[in-house]
């Protein structure tokens, strides 16, 4: 109860580039004030982790006699740059299932994340795209970008993997692309808002007389 507050003045970030040490600065800071307090501290440090690009934080508060306030040091870890991914499943079934993707981020001026992955498969095919960029402001706002793709093929095939498509006797077609802003809500939850457009196509046959020759 007898230390002073806990007012912080300066911010020293180490582990980080100049670009990525500005915008970790910004997130527990604003430009028009001098200080900030721990609630501001808790709220900055919180968000960062949030994040997949940082994957360790560790403060460290000094005491600075002169004016009673604190500064700041932050020993940060990021993540590495391109993530690859890789699974799948393998059976006697139709479950057959590839799935692969990367991921590009990266820190500087704003927070940049870029997906892209996919899966293949007997019956399911999917390709999905996803851009996020994340803004440091008085109240941060991250918007994303996703298209994607996906057939489903409901007739089993010979082949293992395969998209049997000619003639179409049961498949269907997933088309859609969104764009996201979120932001914080209130101390412990997030607000999301979205605009998509999605396009659904069935293509199957009505009979169980086919003729293959038309």
Do not use: W
């Amino acid at each position: 109860s007898e230390l002073p507050e806990l007012h912080f003045r300066n911010i020293f970030v180490e582990g980080v580039n100049e670009h990525q040490a500005n915008y970790i600065k910004n997130t527990f800071q604003e430009s028009d004030k001098d200080s900030f307090t721990f609630e501001d501290l808790k709220k900055g440090y919180f968000r960062l982790l949030s994040d997949n690009m940082i994957s360790e934080i560790i403060p460290h508060a000094v005491f600075n006699k002169d004016d009673n306030t604190y500064d700041l040091h932050l020993d940060v870890k990021m993540q590495d740059n391109v993530l690859v991914k890789v699974g799948g499943n393998v059976s006697s079934t139709t479950s057959n299932q590839i799935y692969f993707g990367v991921t590009y981020q990266n820190m500087a001026y704003q927070a940049k994340e870029i997906t892209f992955d996919g899966q293949l498969g007997k019956v399911y095919n999917n390709l999905q795209l996803m851009c996020k960029f994340e803004v440091p402001s008085t109240i941060p706002i991250s918007y994303r970008l996703i298209g994607s793709m996906s057939t489903f093929d409901y007739i089993k095939s010979e082949k293992i993997f395969s998209h049997n498509s000619d003639p179409a006797l049961n498949q269907k077609d997933e088309y859609f692309a969104k764009l996201l802003a979120t932001l914080p809500f209130m101390n412990n939850n997030r607000a999301e808002f979205g605009v998509g457009y999605g396009l659904l196509r069935d293509r199957y046959f009505q009979s169980n007389i086919i003729n293959f020759t038309n």
